[in-house]
């Protein structure tokens, strides 16, 4: 625990090394390098790719520059950046393109800058800030502080409960009364609760290493099975963090759909859900994907050592790369017959970028271009290369890029970017010739557009299931990320934290099953849904940074629920939310990779770092780190949590019915006295022990680990104001404890009244310590203790088996299916019997002796016991299947109820059109109106296209999904 402990707290250490060791500053306007900690605000720093930002610069001039700042803001592209002056400085800090912040990497060009902050005055230094805030927080869990009470109550009454004893004695204080009243005290603590929920914890951990989770600190994997909502950052946890080309459009009206994410060339090009040819591609997608190859700086090597694809190089222009290596298009293959004779570098301000090849005779591009020249081919923003452009290309050929293509265009634009898609346009033109003084503008005019093409960071495979059986728990899943809106949106469609209706929509809706609903929303405290009236739906949607920090904490306690969706979000803001739910009495757990999660980590309930992509400042701030950086394994952590919490309640249940039946017996069995006045103690100090440690203490461990009922993931979270024990369980302690109790009690005074005489078999001395043939008169107190340990053995045992499924009758599932609770069974059993048998240690050690038939008696107890036991059970389960029917029958009624929509011609939509949706790629479609092809020119090269006059498809008809 200390070096648990000793570990989370050097994540400020961690901060203070995430630095540079150098920077080159300007100083009496010479240049010098120097140790980052001596830059000072002021200061002029020129940064160059591959350095670490020293400082919070701002920049003053740029030239092609592009910083990683996906530590801050989550951000998986490079941002690109300015030294224009903003508008505002109320911006998220992602679109800050005029500053450099400390810690962040240059992954392309140069930067004048000048120092404006240092320190804790930078934005890693407010995290820190937050870090340290955070950290003054109590670790313990809600368990752990219920059983410290518990602790002190229990502890209480066995003070008293020891008192009692004295005074039936009359403070006589002789060695077997104050032992006695040692032994009740004891009775009352469940002295292995502690030890084996640490045990049970502890192999939960054990468990969960081997499903790539590693818990750091126990108490996070019972705290994990009671979230109730989920605070997850976006790239890297429920994305990929690589992006990778998802859709091709190419004039006038052919999409394509990519199938494979990442960096591995693995996939296809489909049309219609038909794949292409990679030996018969249509030309103006065989043009788009050599352009894309050609028109790149990124490379793709496969590193035969470690059998995997390792990719250099801007993030886009490698999913640029990756999508045409699928295809079977590789940039070498395609240089070895063009030379590259000139580069225009991207420009921030005109948003594009050129290369210039000379073709040789047997370049595959001169089947698709002019063979005179050179070959320019370009790409950047959209709107930029359209308006660059005279001609579209077709796979009939060139035509001219008239108004209804422009129209084409931008609606196929717009369909990709409301998808959340980073999209780009590419182009080419032949020019006769090329130097470095000849002006841009004169060589990126009269290009022929080839296409656009849709980038993005794919979800995982797993998000959407792991979100949906999320959902389907009863937990909440929220989306924090630094992307913009339109991006995290059609994100969190896709992996199901959003419907799928709110795509194009500002407002969010609820689902209606499994889910959210429009007219639904959830008090504080309760997981019932209420009716939302119209007018507060719109609480559920997509925020910003910007509009979140505009809200004060009376505002956003105001809100039905809070935002399922938070673009541009800010470290601030994260810490914000969770501050929020928790004075909504949720519980939360924050996921993330990046420094800027570290604050909202450690101050969630839990908190969840990855293993693979998170910083070591995420790692040592969380409580939980996953291995596979794979949202679904917080799935199989919400299940182990509650597993483990399910079987804490059962051996709790187990070990305080044991307490309380032998405070039952005990307490009650002093009123038997002999005729000296001396009560006659039932067990003897070391039975009562002997039965507190060694007989319920491995059955409470079996049931530790326990497997999940299967509804385990079914059910909504626990409340967080519901302790360890509810009026249900303590209704169960008080039933299984005070019958055990009473059927054991009932065979002492069988024993002694029924078997024996009575007060005239009771003496003092059998108290005492003594062989017993020196007390021959104690022989049937000491078969009814042999009695009365024989039958609390195999009850409790017994009970062991019972408290595998409270609410379910034994009979009515199998009994023996959890073999660790055999082998305590038979280890418990086969170490009792012998302390009955085995001569000086049963009489000398446990005042007992043998017994023989007897048994019958124990026997006889424990069939009354099992078989009240099950009645109580199975009236318990007759309820519970009653209730369940009735939720049925008032959820089938309900949905009869919902009244179909209608739609914009006032025509009624079946409700359950409306309510089923599908769980594949979010449908898109492009309407535009394009003209037939006319005025084509035909493509050059030995497989000139002949024309083929007008399109067979209708003008108004919608393009493909894409």
């Not at 169960?732 to 069988?750: N, S």
């Not at 104690?778 to 009814?784: I, T």
């Not at 020119?937 to 007008?950: A, K, S, V």
Request: hydrophobic share 40%; net charge negative; charged share 20%.
């Amino acid at each position: 625990g200390f070096f648990q402990e000793y570990r989370s707290e050097k994540t400020m250490d961690a901060l203070k090394k995430m630095s540079s060791p150098k920077a080159t500053v300007i100083r009496d306007g010479q240049k010098e390098v120097i140790d980052t900690g001596l830059v000072v605000p002021g200061d002029l720093v020129e940064i160059q790719e591959g350095d670490q930002v020293p400082a919070d610069l701002r920049i003053i001039q740029a030239t092609n520059l592009e910083i990683d700042e996906a530590m801050l803001t989550g951000e998986s592209v490079p941002a690109i950046k300015t030294s224009e002056p903003r508008e505002t400085l109320a911006e998220p800090l992602g679109d800050r393109v005029n500053m450099a912040y400390k810690n962040t990497i240059v992954t392309k060009g140069l930067g004048l800058c000048i120092v404006v902050g240092t320190g804790m005055d930078t934005e890693v230094g407010g995290i820190a800030e937050l870090l340290a805030e955070s950290s003054s927080k109590s670790e313990k869990t809600d368990l752990q502080r219920r059983l410290d009470k518990m602790g002190y109550v229990l502890f209480a009454f066995a003070v008293i409960l020891g008192l009692v004893v004295l005074a039936v004695d009359k403070f006589r204080f002789t060695e077997g009364s104050l032992l006695y009243a040692i032994s009740v005290g004891v009775a009352i603590i469940p002295e292995g609760l502690v030890a084996v929920m640490t045990v049970t914890m502890a192999l939960g951990v054990r468990r969960m290493a081997g499903k790539n989770a590693i818990v750091r600190k126990l108490a996070a994997l019972e705290a994990l099975g009671s979230v109730t909502n989920i605070c997850s950052d976006k790239t890297g946890t429920l994305t990929m963090g690589k992006m990778t080309t998802v859709n091709i459009w190419t004039p006038p009206q052919n999409t394509y759909t990519v199938s494979g994410a990442g960096i591995v060339p693995e996939g296809t090009i489909s049309q219609d859900n038909v794949p292409v040819e990679p030996n018969n591609l249509p030309p103006a997608l065989n043009m788009l994907l050599m352009s894309a190859s050609l028109n790149n700086h990124s490379s793709l090597t496969f590193k035969e050592d470690g059998a995997s694809w390792v990719s250099t190089g801007d993030p886009t222009e490698v999913a640029l790369n990756v999508v045409a290596r699928k295809i079977g298009i590789v940039k070498t293959d395609l240089e070895a017959n063009a030379r590259l004779e000139g580069e225009l570098l991207f420009d921030a301000t005109i948003k594009r970028m050129s290369v210039i090849y000379r073709l040789d005779e047997k370049s595959p591009l001169l089947q698709y271009v002019p063979k005179d020249g050179l070959l320019m081919l370009c790409k950047g923003a959209p709107e930029r290369i359209v308006t660059a452009c005279s001609f579209a290309m077709t796979n009939e050929g060139v035509i001219p890029m008239n108004d209804f293509m422009r129209s084409a265009t931008a609606d196929a634009n717009a369909s990709l970017a409301s998808n959340g898609l980073r999209v780009l346009g590419l182009a080419w033109r032949s020019i006769p010739a090329y130097n470095e003084e000849m002006p841009r503008d004169s060589l990126e005019t009269e290009m022929t557009l080839i296409g656009l093409v849709g980038i993005q960071d794919p979800p995982r495979q797993e998000s959407a299931d792991a979100v949906a059986e999320c959902q389907k728990a009863g937990i909440h899943v929220h989306m924090l990320t630094g992307d913009h809106d339109t991006t995290a949106r059609a994100i969190a469609v896709s992996v199901g934290i959003l419907p799928k209706e709110d795509l194009r929509s500002s407002r969010s809706v609820l689902k209606h099953s499994g889910g959210f609903r429009p007219d639904v929303h959830l008090r504080p405290n309760h997981h019932h849904p209420m009716p939302l009236s119209k007018s507060q739906a719109h609480d559920w949607h997509v925020m910003t940074s910007h509009q979140l920090s505009k809200l004060t904490d009376e505002d956003l306690d105001g809100l039905s629920q809070l935002p399922l969706v938070v673009a541009r979000c800010s470290p601030e803001n994260k810490v914000q939310l969770v501050d929020a739910h928790h004075r909504r009495h949720h519980t939360v757990a924050m996921t993330g990779d990046g420094v800027n999660d570290a604050p909202s980590i450690r101050r969630a309930d839990i908190g969840i770092a990855m293993g693979v992509g998170g910083s070591d400042v995420a790692k040592q701030a969380a409580h939980i780190v996953l291995m596979d950086d794979n949202f679904a394994t917080i799935v199989i952590a919400v299940r182990e949590g509650r597993r483990i919490f399910e079987n804490i309640r059962k051996f709790a249940v187990h070990l305080m019915c044991c307490n309380l039946s032998q405070i039952i017996v005990l307490l009650i069995a002093l009123a038997f006295r002999s005729a000296d006045g001396v009560s006659i103690f039932p067990m003897s100090p070391l039975q009562i022990l002997w039965l507190n440690l060694l007989t319920g203490s491995p059955p409470a461990l079996a049931l530790g680990v326990e497997e999940a009922s299967k509804d385990i993931m079914t059910t909504p979270p626990r409340p967080k104001s519901e302790g360890l024990f509810t009026r249900l369980l303590l209704s169960d302690i008080f039933f299984f404890g005070t019958l055990k109790g009473v059927i054991v009690l009932c065979t002492w005074i069988l024993m002694l009244y029924g078997v024996g005489n009575g007060t005239s078999d009771l003496h003092g001395e059998c108290n005492e310590d003594g062989p017993i043939e020196n007390k021959p008169q104690c022989e049937l107190v000491y078969r009814a203790r042999s009695v009365v340990f024989a039958t609390f053995t195999l009850l409790i045992l017994l009970l062991g088996y019972e408290c595998r499924r409270l609410s379910k009758p034994l009979v009515m599932s199998n009994p023996f299916n959890n073999k660790y609770l055999n082998y305590a069974t038979i280890f418990c059993v086969a170490l009792a019997i012998p302390t009955i048998y085995i001569p000086w240690i049963n009489d000398e050690v446990f005042r007992q002796t043998i017994i023989g038939w007897e048994w019958g008696i124990v026997a006889g107890a424990v069939i009354v016991y099992f078989v009240l036991c099950e009645v109580y059970k199975f009236i318990k389960y007759k309820k519970k299947v009653d209730l369940k029917y009735r939720n049925m029958k008032i959820t089938e009624l309900r949905e009869v109820k919902i009244k179909p929509k209608k739609n914009k011609k006032g025509q009624e939509q079946p409700a359950q059109a409306q309510l089923e949706q599908p769980a594949d790629v979010i449908p898109t479609s492009i309407t535009a109106v394009v003209p037939p092809p006319t005025d084509v020119i035909p493509l050059p090269g030995p497989t000139t296209l002949t024309p083929t006059g007008p399109s067979t498809q209708d003008n108004d008809e919608p393009l493909p999904v894409l």
